[in-house]
């Protein structure tokens, strides 16, 4: 019920905003949340944009399948794919004016541009900075890999476990760049905090479920979560060895990325190209640089 009353609380809300002069000849971009708006507005700087927040990938479908019909190319929208390159339903939702992120979501687009390195050279220890640069992303997917195939699962299976506010100091393991996931502490913690879940999803259920995914050799930037990687990046740069921050967390990871998150990196996009399209038929032309 509650969901319902927020869809219908932000569908009017912009259907009062349309009536507003200020919002004449402009378009609205609905995005997930505050930080996908900090990042989105640097790369979509234009002044005929403005952007408002839906919480939530199934709220945000349900305000858009109703708006788009009312606003044709006044209002489009921006998500994490999540799962969908996987279970092969992106271009679906493309028909709301919904365009989704070429990798997992926003985190690992920005993770797969030069974004990190700045990130690296911004908090790294002065001797590791080239180790780091060299052989942090490759060691962090091969850790959060383990933790997508799950929740992959969790999501493809329809099993109900809750991820949201994991500890992730609870099942992973450093030293320097050697990072390990014990998956069994992992999973009795999803099971402690998902009263709710299927009965099915058994650990052995899992184990096997997870190996039958593993097979698949899904590619790692649409399988892992950009939120895990970047919780195992704070973990790393917490130690001595990597870091002159050593009061690193996923916050802080995440707005060094969007700060180091340049225009030219993002036109490079199949994200870009899909916004630009939209935007061009709306009469707003993007600039490249």
């Not at 969908?84 to 919904?98: P, R, V």
């Not at 995914?213 to 892992?224: D, F, S, T």
Request: charged share 25%; hydrophobic share 40%.
């Amino acid at each position: 019920m509650r969901n319902y009353i927020d869809e219908n609380d932000k569908k009017n809300e912009i259907r009062l905003l349309f009536k507003h002069p200020l919002y004449n000849g402009k378009v609205i971009i609905v995005v997930e949340g505050r930080s996908d708006v900090r990042l989105f507005r640097s790369v979509l700087d234009n002044e005929k944009i403005k952007f408002e927040t839906m919480d939530g990938k199934k709220q945000l479908l349900n305000v858009m399948k109703d708006l788009i019909i009312e606003f044709p190319q006044k209002i489009l929208a921006i998500c994490d794919a999540d799962h969908d390159h996987l279970m092969e339903c992106s271009e679906s939702i493309k028909q709301y004016s919904i365009y989704v992120t070429d990798q997992h979501d926003a985190e690992i687009m920005m993770l797969n541009s030069p974004a990190l390195n700045s990130f690296i050279h911004e908090y790294s220890s002065f001797d590791n900075a080239n180790v780091l640069c060299t052989s942090l992303l490759g060691n962090v997917f091969n850790a959060a890999y383990q933790i997508g195939l799950l929740r992959w699962v969790n999501c493809k299976e329809n099993l109900n476990i809750i991820f949201k506010g994991l500890n992730f100091n609870q099942f992973i393991d450093v030293d320097k760049l050697s990072i390990s996931v014990d998956t069994n502490l992992l999973i009795d913690e999803l099971f402690s905090r998902s009263s709710n879940k299927s009965e099915q999803a058994t650990k052995e259920y899992l184990r096997q479920m997870v190996s039958e995914y593993e097979a698949k050799k899904a590619c790692k930037m649409q399988v892992c979560s950009g939120h895990d990687v970047t919780n195992i990046i704070a973990i790393v740069f917490r130690q001595r060895w990597a870091s002159l921050e050593l009061n690193m967390d996923q916050k802080k990871v995440e707005s060094s990325l969007r700060v180091g998150f340049q225009k030219s990196f993002f036109n490079n996009t199949q994200l870009f190209k899909n916004i630009s399209f939209a935007l061009n038929n709306a009469g707003i032309n993007l600039k490249m640089c």
